[in-house]
């Protein structure tokens, strides 16, 4: 299995532009989360999906930003407009079962710098 | 909601020596307590975990203990070694429908060689 497979590692865009940040979780994982971590704030979840339904989306700073999960094998984060106050090392992760805890599987990040 | 709280925030010990990290939580639902270490430029990945019907759990120089009247948990690591050195993270998770899962704010650990 490849893991969870973010794109793109890296995005360096301009204040105003819409960013959006790829996930696709590890086969068979049916939960799906969108962290974002800075040096300030640390690990910080926006939103997370259960049989690609969103479940909790408390996190999401503001309107600017949504996610999406349109199938169980890709999610979507979108900033419009971006700021650089959004720069960030945004991770996803997946996990299987529901019943009970179990571990999640990062991504390996999109660090994303909005100039 | 979850709120989890982690110290101390940097630690440093000699190589050889134990390093302690603690964890509060505040929602007693949560039922699932995972620790994942973090180095630089890297993925935070799973070191060890514990549930809430256990007290302790040990994996060999790891160990972690939970406290749920207190609602504290620990990780212990004993004989570190420069490879030791990350930033480590508490997490607990509640499930509602589906087990969100909080993290603490990162312990950076440094061990001097």
């Known amino acids: 299995d490849a893991g969870v497979i973010q794109s793109p590692r890296h995005e360096v865009t301009e204040m105003g532009q819409e960013v959006t940040l790829r996930c696709k979780p590890i086969s068979g994982h049916n939960s799906l989360f969108w962290y974002r971590q800075t040096m300030m704030r640390g690990l910080e979840l926006l939103i997370y999906?259960?049989?690609?339904?969103?479940?909790?989306d408390s996190g999401m700073p503001e309107d600017r930003f949504s996610a999406k999960m349109p199938n169980a094998s890709f999610s979507t984060l979108k900033i419009q407009p971006s700021e650089p106050r959004d720069s960030a090392v945004y991770f996803c992760?997946?996990?299987?079962?529901?019943?009970?805890?179990?571990?999640?599987?990062f991504g390996q990040g999109t660090r994303l710098t909005v100039v | 909601g979850e709120n989890v709280e982690q110290h101390p925030s940097t630690l440093s010990v000699q190589e050889g020596d134990s390093a302690v990290i603690k964890c509060t939580y505040s929602?007693?639902?949560?039922?699932?307590f995972p620790w994942y270490k973090q180095e630089l430029g890297k993925r935070p990945q799973l070191i060890i975990d514990?549930?809430?019907?256990?007290g302790e759990k040990k994996d060999q120089r790891i160990a972690v203990t939970l406290n749920k009247t207190a609602k504290h948990f620990s990780l212990h690591i004993t004989e570190t070694q420069p490879e030791d050195s990350a930033v480590y993270f508490c997490?607990?998770?509640?499930?509602?429908?589906?087990?969100?899962?909080?993290f603490g704010a990162g312990t950076r650990l440094f061990v001097k060689a």
């Open positions: 514990i549930r809430s019907n256990v």
């Open positions: 999906f259960n049989n690609n339904v969103p479940i909790d």
């Open positions: 992760a997946s996990r299987r079962g529901q019943g009970t805890g179990t571990e999640a599987f």
């Open positions: 997490a607990a998770s509640i499930g509602t429908g589906g087990f969100k899962t909080i």
């Open positions: 929602d007693s639902a949560s039922n699932y």
